[in-house]
């Protein structure tokens, strides 16, 4: 959602996060830049990484994507923080049994949606994040 992603970004500047965000349309795309596949943005080797996944994207959800990420050597470690507009428990364990870091629910008012992104900045701005070491 547009209006989310852009929220998110404004909360996310304000809380002090200066490094570049990069946003993607469907969650192929954000395979194909992870896996440095396809066509479009790469990647950088020897860089740190950080992905606020949404749930429910076209081509690959969120659940494929962690599930990818997670099983590959070179990105297992990248911390992933699952978002999504549902509180399904068994989607919250499923995504936690997978390795996502942490899981946030949009909540579905703007208010309480532009609190939560607040809140979400500043979390992110705390986080240690591994540097993405490709094997040679």
Request: aromatic share 6%; charged share 25%.
């Amino acid at each position: 959602d547009d209006g989310h992603a852009e929220l998110i970004r404004e909360h996310l500047e304000d809380a002090g996060v200066s490094n570049p965000i990069i946003r993607f349309s469907d969650g192929l795309a954000v395979w194909n830049f992870l896996s440095r596949n396809g066509a479009g943005p790469r990647r950088e080797e020897n860089k740190a990484y950080l992905l606020l996944l949404d749930i429910r994207m076209p081509k690959l959800d969120g659940v494929q994507v962690l599930k990818r990420i997670k099983s590959d050597a070179t990105l297992h470690m990248m911390p992933v923080i699952m978002l999504t507009t549902t509180n399904d428990p068994r989607e919250v364990r499923e995504c936690y049994d997978l390795g996502c870091n942490s899981y946030v629910t949009k909540p579905a008012s703007y208010n309480e949606f532009a609190e939560a992104s607040k809140r979400l900045g500043m979390f992110v701005t705390i986080m240690q994040v591994a540097v993405i070491h490709d094997p040679h």
